[in-house]
Nanobody
Framework: QVQLVESGGGSVQPGGSLRLSCAAS????????MNWYRQAPGKERDLVAT???????NYPDSVKGRFTVSRDNAKNTVYLQMNSLKPEDTAVYYC??????????????WGQGTQVTVSS
């Protein structure tokens, strides 16, 4: 069982910044990636950042240059630094852990989500 607890969401004006955190606990397999997704009302859940346990990162063009994902493996915590926020970044942000057991099975675990609202 894995628990993911997110924090750091809130409301901010356009151009502002927020930092999200996600702390993982429980039985975490390696290799793994920690990911941030977001879902706006009426839209699908989209991937916004990925970081592997080797610190390789990846972003879609919509957030590249504005969002930075990082992780502290000692604390099993992943962060998402969001700068130059736009109204279209408004969504519920979810933390995801994708990890593989020694038997080759992949697991997906999700946090409860945290609301980010960008509005003037």
């Amino acid at each position: 069982q894995v628990q993911l607890v997110e924090s750091g969401g809130g409301s901010v004006q356009p151009g502002g910044s927020l930092r999200l955190s996600c702390a993982a606990s429980g039985r975490i397999f390696s290799p793994n990636t920690m990911n941030w997704y977001r879902q706006a009302p009426g839209k699908e859940r989209d991937l916004v950042a990925t970081i592997t346990n080797g610190d390789t990162t990846n972003y879609p063009d919509s957030v590249k240059g504005r969002f930075t994902v990082s992780r502290d493996n000692a604390k099993n915590t992943v962060y998402l630094q969001m700068n130059s926020l736009k109204p279209e970044d408004t969504a519920v942000y979810y933390c995801n852990l994708r990890h593989r057991s020694v038997f080759g099975r992949w697991y997906d675990d999700w946090g409860q989500g945290t609301q980010v609202t960008v509005s003037s």
